[in-house]
């Protein structure tokens, strides 16, 4: 790992989100910046907790937990999301490790969420993850049934639901995609906005975005 070229790439990131904020009349201050850490080492994560970031976001629960249980003992103040799909077996070990979940998509899902969040009386916030460009191959509750899913957890589960996220379909023009999301989450008044990859994390900010999530832009090419 190039500590000097990771850090550049992160300082650059961070003055792209400033001007994008800038030109969209926002404050910056609104914005997290979600590192993406999936791919890569614990070094990678340590240098930018030594340069003060403190947002971190893994795909999968396994891979976050061999990466991130000591790492959190020593920062107290790490905030870890998930945005990669959960399984409901696996809702224990993700409410012990993550902050912030952004990928609740069935109500299943959230009844588990829900239960084990009072067992182990951990305060954490839910997104829902909406398949906005409706794709087969895609996790995420359909636009049409995002309606149904947000009344459900608010009125059914108590879970904390604070925003949606959302991946636009590959190579499409993300605006349209942004925009809708956005007027879901203002038609139920929920605050967070996760969307904005390294692509097109400027113009998610243009359109809203209080969560963009960062992986290579920040860290490199990530080795499959
Ligand atoms: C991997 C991933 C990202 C980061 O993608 P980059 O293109 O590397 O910035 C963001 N969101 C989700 C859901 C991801 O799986």
């Known amino acids: 790992m190039d500590k000097t070229a990771l850090l550049t790439r992160y300082h650059a990131v961070q003055e792209a989100i400033e001007q994008a904020a800038q030109q969209a009349g926002r404050d910056a201050q609104s914005i997290r910046l979600l590192a993406v850490s999936k791919g890569h080492d614990a070094a990678a994560i340590r240098a930018l907790l030594e340069a003060d970031h403190r947002h971190f976001a ?73 398949n906005i460009g409706e794709e087969p191959q895609k996790a995420g509750v359909s636009p049409q049934q995002t309606d149904e899913l947000i009344r459900y957890c608010k009125e059914d589960t108590a879970l904390p639901i604070k925003g949606l996220m959302c991946i636009p379909p590959h190579g499409a023009l993300p605006t349209p995609y942004f925009a809708l999301l956005n007027s879901i989450a203002k038609r139920h008044g929920l605050p967070e906005l996760s969307m904005g990859m390294s692509e097109d994390y400027e113009t998610a900010i243009r359109c809203g975005a209080t969560m963009v999530r960062v992986g290579t832009a920040i860290f490199g090419a990530r080795e499959t």
């Open 58 to 130: 893994e795909n999968r629960v396994q891979e976050a937990q061999e990466k991130f249980t000591l790492l959190k003992e020593e920062y107290p103040d790490l905030e870890l999301h998930l945005i990669g799909p959960l399984q409901t077996n696996k809702t224990r070990e993700a409410v012990a490790l993550f902050d912030v979940i952004h990928t609740i998509d069935r109500p299943n899902l959230a009844e588990k969420l829900q239960t084990e969040i009072a067992r182990q009386s951990r305060a954490l916030s839910c997104l829902i993850q909406v």
